[in-house]
């Protein structure tokens, strides 16, 4: 896991690496209590076993000496523990997957709209980890990726994929405006939503609030 920084303050990143499939999974935690760690295990956990049989899932975690003893229980619940030599964290593939997906985070976020709220920047999350995953392979099936691995095939057509942070305006319907109001409201790109047809996830500057629209314009420019 690492700190990540906002203008609200600091959040950690915990970064997961599953060596047969390639992928590489983060989810946000709000601190380093002890509680938001396992719940952003359990998390990862799920996601990454969700479509696995029992024989294809993990056996053993590796991680850092700084988990907690309440952590480490919670992972003897799933699989074999192991602990990264003392100060020789590299020893651990994790290490290298975070470095590889704070590079690619980073290149996201140095692409966001000028506008973009940097402290939505978890929220951004599920569409970069979508992202990276698509561009690695499988280590036990090179002829598929890493996000087919874990999550079956990605259908581009169903899940369209919109640039992280842009500045968007999303249509608003008869039933959700006044007679003489405009016809659309603006907002930021988040990620593609999976559980809708060619529909986007959208942060909505006046409400604070995400909604999910399936007419969206992009103001990349």
């Not at 095939?153 to 405009?182: E, S």
């Not at 790109?189 to 995400?210: D, F, G, M, N, Q």
């Amino acid at each position: 896991r690492f700190p990540v920084q906002s203008n609200q303050g600091n959040k950690l990143l915990m970064v997961a690496y599953d060596v047969d499939s390639n992928y590489i999974d983060a989810e946000p935690a709000h601190d380093s209590n002890q509680r938001s760690l396992i719940t952003a295990y359990q998390a990862l956990w799920k996601r990454i076993t969700k479509n696995a049989s029992e024989s294809e899932k993990p056996l053993m975690h590796i991680i850092d000496n700084e988990a907690s003893q309440a952590f480490k229980d919670e992972i003897k619940k799933n699989c074999a523990l192991q602990l990264a030599p003392p100060d020789t964290h590299r020893c651990n593939l994790a290490e290298r997957a975070i470095q590889t997906f704070k590079s690619h985070f980073i290149a996201i976020l140095a692409g966001v709209d000028s506008s973009f709220p940097m402290q939505l920047w978890d929220r951004l999350i599920p569409q970069a980890v979508l992202t990276l995953n698509l561009l690695r392979q499988s280590h036990t099936n090179p002829s598929i990726l890493a996000y087919e691995h874990v999550n079956g095939k990605f259908d581009y057509n169903a899940m369209p994929l919109g640039p992280m942070g842009c500045a968007v305006q999303i249509h608003d319907g008869p039933q959700k405006r006044l007679t003489w109001a405009a016809h659309t409201t603006d907002g930021w790109y988040l990620r593609t939503s999976p559980e809708h047809y060619r529909c986007h996830v959208v942060y909505v500057k006046k409400t604070r609030a995400e909604r999910v629209s399936d007419r969206v314009l992009f103001q990349h420019k």
